[in-house]
């Protein structure tokens, strides 16, 4: 952990320093219950670049109709740069009550999106160009209606992933100044383990019997495939692998209706992680194939099922599997 | 983050609309060498933008960057100053506009149109031009709009950029009022003349002429006590000595030589107030003859004043004038000899005519003066359509064509006079004027311009002869609208010109409250509050004191709570709680509906109408997702109908 911060950007740390000392000031940052109503305690209004631009020029503007003592341009420009600078109000208006009232993901594998979906209540009011940003996602929109919006995150590990402070921002209505508010809700997404890529076959008859050299039956011949760690040695077709200058193993049509037992233990010499993903594979593979399957992992045993539910059980527990001893 | 995304088709169609809103008067004003490329950059532009999405490349724009700048110092010789550096703006935003394609050069674009915008108002400031440039801010904010968040329709952002300048009004108005005026300008104020119509210094047969069609306001004059008849009404301008055969012009030395030239008053003086607008020139207006000259400001010898400084702004100055006086008794032998000056070699016919008349009257000035008269009367037609005269242009007018307007009559006069002995000199003003009743005021307008002559005779001074009023009396009496008669172009008519003069009051009023408001009119201010000369702390303090509350109420106005939302069955079953509460049954926010018909049921003493109402209501949320409006409607009625009070009384006493 102490190695990361040294790549954390500058204006991160600071933030978070600004965190720890300032509690009072970044105290909605903090998680909070759902649903959360934005009022005026917690919207910040600052002008834009282009707020103090057009800044600069209503000087300009000011002083020419001063100087040439031209009362109607002077009435022009009052009259521009109080709506410009009224604009603050509507401003404050697009954030002011909205609610946000609720938040649902739909799990997804680490390394790739979790799908947020922040369903708002707009109190009344249609809210224009709002945008949302969170890590490494931003997303613009307008809410006419209670509705809503997706955000997709980047999961980077399995467990469970918050989409954490979201910053809720609008230029609305001309640019001039951007109005936003910190959101932290309390809300999580489970994000599955990362699948590994092009895994072996489904083990047969669990464990022990993967080790077991096993013909006839049903199992016929279905393809080769690259060799990948852990392929049980018998299953390589050393025939064509010397022909294509590469370990190619044996793949087998396993016939439904055949139970498999999914055991971390089973899966020697492998990383812990590697085997998570393994087995989440392997959960994913079976369910496609409509193979019951059990999962034993060292604290957790679930029996043999199939189905939505089950394979979600399955990931579940994988996805929460403690990380590695060491 | 600011993404460059592209713009989409309305948001740049709309920023293209407030780019040329802004550029639109200048064009108008501009000479065509200049706004007629810069039009078609906006074509160029149009054309290039729905041929595709492609940049403009920069071997196009480039050039034209540097081909504005040589055009306008080709035209105007530099590049700064109002005119030049105004042209230059609308150039330079135009080109902005060709290589707009993004958020942030649309929004430079918009911004820098406010700019271009104002500075129109540089050159001309009435009211309905203001009116129309502030309205035109609109179509800038509803650009601004559309950039924030794109839409196919252009109308809402156009109808919320209207709304954002409506609700800004007080507060601009209010920054207006108190925001400290300069009282000296910080840098040079403009020097650049512009053509405006205005008496001149000069007059050649013809020079009038686009005066005497222009109907905008010269001054306006309010007096102290009933004015003089019409007929009397004389506002004296420039009075012209010079004559060189084709033009009466003003010899510079005597404009700069106050004389005090002898004035004795015979009968009543008259008091008034003159507004000037802006005339770019240096001529004050007074009724004939004025007894001073208002402060910084000259009476000559001729008694036309003249102001120290060119007059730019709306000018207010107070005079006293006698319209029953002699002037200068004695003539000055310099005014003598100029005044019976005559271009060598010019008009024989003319000569001879005069001399006949000398000879026939002895010398007679007033008879001479009559014979004149009646020539012009029997024999002269009044029109604005004067045919062009010659290099002899009092003989062609006097013995060919005939026809004129003042400017023939008196020049051709006082030639005559001139010829027959008499001094005489032309002079120029304006004449008559419209009594605006509901403003009780009397606006004069360029089309009142006229000439008349002054001839000196012995014992009396100059004497005014207004040859015109010989030929067209109605021009004296009536105006010069109706002298012009049928020849009146449509703009002329009756009725216009009542309308006219009816929505000069509200010209008047921008002038006096709006273009005339100064830093010392803005010390007064503050008098109902007891400070009776505000310094600019001060003002500062009130202007920061008004706009505060305004913006308050603002503030107030949208931080208020968002009405309950729910749907009218929601309303409804609120009301129905709040009687029941009244009535005494208690219940929180968390109570449903048949928690409550229980607790109704052990306090009010006949509970029936509120348990069916209740259960109707459960039925309507909760037994379909969508109740018909006429149940809805009746179940409205049925509670609105719901009367407790009386039966909550009974039910007390019985308990």
Redesign the interface.
């Known amino acids: 952990m102490n190695a990361g911060t040294a790549t954390v950007p500058l204006k991160t740390r600071l933030f978070e320093y600004a965190e720890r000392r300032l509690p009072a000031l970044t105290r909605l940052k903090r998680v909070e219950p759902l649903p959360i109503r934005l009022d005026?305690h917690r919207i910040y209004v600052l002008p834009t670049r282009?707020g103090l631009?057009?800044s600069a020029?209503l000087l300009?503007?000011?002083?020419?109709?001063?100087?040439?003592?031209?009362?109607?341009?002077?009435?022009?420009?009052?009259?521009?740069?109080?709506?410009a600078y009224?604009?603050v109000?509507?401003a404050?208006?697009t954030l002011?009550?909205l609610q946000i009232a609720a938040l649902r993901a739909e799990p997804g594998h680490a390394g790739g999106d979790l799908e947020f979906f922040i369903h708002f209540?707009i109190?009344?009011?249609p809210r224009?160009?709002l945008r949302l940003?969170a890590e490494g996602a931003?997303i613009a929109f307008?809410l006419d209606h209670d509705g809503a919006v997706a955000l997709r995150i980047p999961a980077p590990r399995r467990g469970w992933l918050r989409p954490g402070r979201v910053h809720l921002c609008s230029?609305?209505?001309?640019?001039?100044f951007e109005v936003w508010s910190w959101i932290n809700p309390d809300f999580a997404a489970l994000a599955y383990p990362r699948l590994e890529v092009n895994p072996p076959p489904l083990p047969r008859h669990g464990a022990q019997a993967q080790w077991e050299i096993e013909r006839g039956g049903g199992d016929e011949l279905a393809a080769l495939r690259s060799y990948q760690t852990g392929d049980p040695p018998r299953n390589i077709a050393w025939k064509a692998s010397a022909r294509r200058d590469e370990l190619l193993v044996k793949e087998f049509e396993t016939p439904r209706g055949h139970e498999v037992t999914l055991d971390y233990a089973a899966l020697r010499g492998l990383a812990h992680e590697d085997r998570i993903s393994r087995l989440a594979a392997w959960v994913c593979m079976a369910e496609s194939r409509r193979v019951p399957y059990a999962l034993l992992l060292p604290q957790t045993r679930l029996d043999t099922g199939l189905g939505a539910e089950h394979r979600h059980a399955c990931l579940r527990a994988l996805a929460l599997a403690p990380g590695a001893a060491s | 983050m600011k993404s460059p995304l592209p713009l989409t088709q309305p948001q740049f169609r709309l920023t293209a609309a407030a780019v040329f809103v802004a550029v639109l008067p200048h064009l108008l004003r501009l000479p065509w060498l200049i706004s007629l490329p810069v039009l078609v950059l906006f074509a160029l532009r149009w054309l290039q933008r729905r041929r595709g999405r492609a940049r403009m490349p920069a071997w196009i724009k480039l050039p034209l960057v540097l081909f504005f700048p040589i055009l306008i110092i080709f035209h105007y010789g530099n590049l700064f100053g109002r005119e030049p550096g105004s042209a230059l703006a609308c150039a330079m935003l135009a080109l902005k506009l060709m290589e707009t394609e993004n958020r942030r050069d649309a929004r430079t674009a918009i911004c820098f149109s406010a700019f271009v915008l104002m500075s129109a108002l540089l050159f001309d400031n009435g009211l309905w031009i203001t009116v129309l440039l502030c309205t035109a801010l609109a179509v800038l904010f509803a650009a601004l709009r559309a950039l924030e968040s794109p839409r196919t329709t252009l109308l809402p952002d156009l109808r919320s950029g209207a709304l954002a300048l409506a609700g800004a009004l007080p507060l601009a108005v209010c920054v207006f009022v108190f925001f400290p005026r300069l009282g000296s300008p910080l840098w040079g104020a403009p020097n650049d003349t512009t053509a405006r119509t205005g008496l001149g210094d000069r007059m050649a047969p013809g020079t009038m002429q686009e005066l005497l069609i222009d109907d905008s306001p010269a001054f306006r004059v309010v007096f102290d006590n009933a004015p003089p008849p019409r007929d009397k009404l004389y506002w004296r301008g420039p009075v012209l000595w010079q004559f060189d055969g084709s033009a009466w012009t003003r010899p510079e030395w005597l404009a700069s030589a106050p004389g005090d030239g002898e004035v004795r008053v015979r009968g009543a003086r008259v008091g008034y107030q003159v507004t000037l607008e802006p005339s770019e020139r240096r001529w004050l207006l007074a009724l004939d003859v004025p007894l001073f000259a208002p402060e910084g400001a000259v009476r000559g010898a001729d008694m036309s004043l003249v102001s120290r400084t060119r007059v730019d702004d709306p000018t207010r100055y107070r005079m006293v004038s006698a319209p029953d006086y002699v002037l200068e008794p004695v003539l000055d032998p310099q005014h003598r000899r100029l005044a019976l000056q005559l271009p060598p070699g010019y008009d024989p016919q003319t000569r001879a005519l005069a001399q006949r008349w000398r000879d026939e009257f002895h010398g007679n000035a007033n008879l001479v003066i009559r014979a004149a008269l009646d020539m012009i009367r029997d024999q002269f037609t009044y029109t604005l359509n004067a045919p062009l005269l010659g290099r002899d242009s009092i003989d062609d007018f006097l013995f060919d064509t005939k026809r004129g307007f003042c400017e023939h009559f008196s020049s051709a006069f006082t030639f005559l006079m001139r010829a027959a002995g008499i001094p005489a000199r032309v002079v120029t003003g304006y004449q008559g004027g419209y009594f605006n009743k509901l403003g009780n005021y009397w606006v004069v307008r360029q089309s009142d311009a006229h000439a008349w002559s002054e001839v000196w005779l012995e014992g009396r001074g100059w004497v005014r002869v207004d040859p015109t009023a010989a030929v067209s009396p109605q021009r004296v009496q009536i105006g010069s609208g109706a002298a012009a008669g049928a020849s009146a172009p449509w703009y002329q008519a009756d009725w216009l010109m009542e309308l006219r003069n009816r929505v000069d009051l509200v010209n008047r009023f921008w002038n006096d409250a709006i273009v005339q408001f100064n830093a010392l009119r803005q010390q007064s201010l503050l008098t109902p509050f007891g400070v009776a000369k505000a310094d600019y702390p001060q003002l500062m303090l009130a202007m920061i004191a008004a706009g505060s509350l305004l913006l308050g109420l603002l503030a107030w106005w949208v931080m208020r709570a968002p009405k309950a939302t729910g749907d009218a069955l929601d309303a409804i079953y609120a009301k129905l709680r709040r009687k029941l509460a009244r009535a005494g049954v208690t219940h929180d926010p968390a109570t449903g509906p048949l928690t409550l018909g229980q607790h109704a049921s052990a306090r009010l003493a006949a509970p029936q109408a509120v348990q069916r109402l209740l259960e109707d209501y459960v039925g309507l949320r909760y037994a379909c997702a969508l109740p018909a409006p006429e149940r809805i409607q009746t179940f409205t009625r049925a509670v609105a109908a719901l009367r407790l009070s009386a039966a909550t009384q009974t039910a007390r006493q019985s308990s």
Do not use: I, K
């Open positions: 005026r282009f631009m057009l020029l300009v503007m000011l002083l020419g109709a001063l100087n040439y003592n031209n009362n109607p341009a002077l009435l022009l420009t009052c009259l521009f740069a109080a709506a009224q604009s109000f509507a404050f208006a002011n009550h209540h109190a009344a009011r224009r160009s940003r931003e307008d230029e609305y209505p001309f640019g001039l």
